[in-house]
């Protein structure tokens, strides 16, 4: 990525799972790069629920998750503005991913779903089980799992078309994405964000699964929900919250 908002107030850690449920246009989040399985510039990445004043929601979500643009910014406090199955650009602009192939998009998300699946504190997990494109990821903040990391997030880069040099386990997760097309992809949705403090700058969108399999991401293209923001001024402030 080339840059990283950094601000100054440090959360206090908590576990993180693999989904968070039903989150909402308007909410918060505070994104962490302080995660033991986790090397280079992408994820793993842990998202937690912050109020207006930056504290931590009570009873609010944190989920692990990867990124979604290889070289945009990530502002560590940030503001949900669309829940959808497309990038936002930085003229405020929602568009397909490039090269449009619906499919590798769709592996993307299945790879990232498999992973979702398998999220435990610590331990080993196989990725399409049962198929002679079965491959495993370490979870453990090991050696082993933070390249892991690294690797998911580099197959996951190029099947969203930003091109990305793959070694052979990144080949592997890649090409079980694409090869397993009997996994499901659903459930999964990308979070389009701005950053908190100046809502007319979009940062890294990132990838989020809500423990279910609602249909809601990646649909044939035609089928796309476009979200109408407003990104031209610096005073557009989202302030509404999610119900308790």
């Not at 370490?138 to 930003?162: C, H, M, P, R, V």
Request: aromatic share 10%; with cysteine; glycine share 12%.
């Amino acid at each position: 990525m080339k840059k990283m908002l950094i601000a100054g107030v440090a959360l206090c850690a908590t576990t993180a799972v693999s989904f968070a449920g039903s989150l909402t246009v308007g909410e918060h989040v505070y994104i962490s790069t302080s995660v033991a399985n986790r090397q280079g510039s992408g994820g793993e990445f842990a998202m937690t629920e912050i109020n207006a004043d930056n504290s931590v929601t009570s009873g609010g979500y944190q989920f692990n998750t990867f990124c979604v643009e290889k070289t945009d910014s990530l502002a560590k406090r940030s503001t949900i503005v669309g829940i959808s199955g497309k990038v936002l650009l930085d003229d405020g602009t929602f568009k397909d991913f490039k090269g449009g192939d619906i499919n590798n998009t769709r592996a993307a998300f299945r790879l990232f779903r498999e992973w979702a699946l398998g999220f435990p504190i610590g331990g080993t997990k196989t990725l399409f089980m049962g198929t002679s494109n079965a491959v495993t990821y370490t979870y453990d903040g090991s050696a082993t799992g933070k390249q892991n990391a690294e690797d998911l997030q580099s197959a996951i880069w190029n099947l969203l078309g930003f091109t990305t040099s793959l070694n052979a386990n990144a080949l592997a997760y890649q090409t079980a994405a694409l090869s397993e097309a009997a996994f499901a992809y659903t459930g999964v949705a990308i979070l389009n964000l701005v950053d908190k403090t100046n809502t007319s700058s979009n940062t890294q969108d990132q990838l989020y699964w809500t423990g279910g399999g609602d249909n809601f991401a990646v649909p044939e293209p035609s089928t796309f929900a476009m979200f109408a923001i407003g990104m031209v001024g610096a005073g557009v402030a989202m302030r509404r919250r999610r119900n308790s």
